[in-house]
Nanobody, 114 residues
Framework: QVHLVESEGGLVQAGGSLRLSCAASGSIFSINTMAWYRQAPGKLRGLAAWITNDGTTNYADSVKGRFTISRDNAKNTVYLQMNTLKPEDTAVYYC????????WGQGTQVTVSS
């Protein structure tokens, strides 16, 4: 079973940037689509960004143009570069496959202050 460990998030002011990483304990090469999900307080967990093995990326409308997802299969790592952060981006961020069949990691808290 592959385990996922998200890097530390943090507190950032609106307009700032953060880069998250997600390290997998095993190979993600065979996993076609990897994603970042997020869960805001009182809301359901949902997809924020996802990337296929051929590098095709997709984003939720709310983050399009501000977030960039990437993956490094050699390092079994998925990244999320978040720019121009908004208070509504405040959430716990998780990585997983699409569909999400890997064991969920602990997630990482991202808090954006206004």
């Amino acid at each position: 079973q592959v385990h996922l460990v998200e890097s530390e998030g943090g507190l950032v002011q609106a307009g700032g940037s953060l880069r998250l990483s997600c390290a997998a304990s095993g190979s993600i090469f065979s996993i076609n689509t990897m994603a970042w999900y997020r869960q805001a307080p009182g809301k359901l967990r949902g997809l924020a960004a996802w990337i296929t093995n051929d590098g095709t990326t997709n984003y939720a409308d709310s983050v399009k143009g501000r977030f960039t997802i990437s993956r490094d299969n050699a390092k079994n790592t998925v990244y999320l570069q978040m720019n121009t952060l908004k208070p509504e981006d405040t959430a716990v961020y998780y990585c997983n496959s699409v569909p999400h069949y890997l064991l969920w990691g602990q997630g990482t808290q991202v808090t954006v202050s206004s």
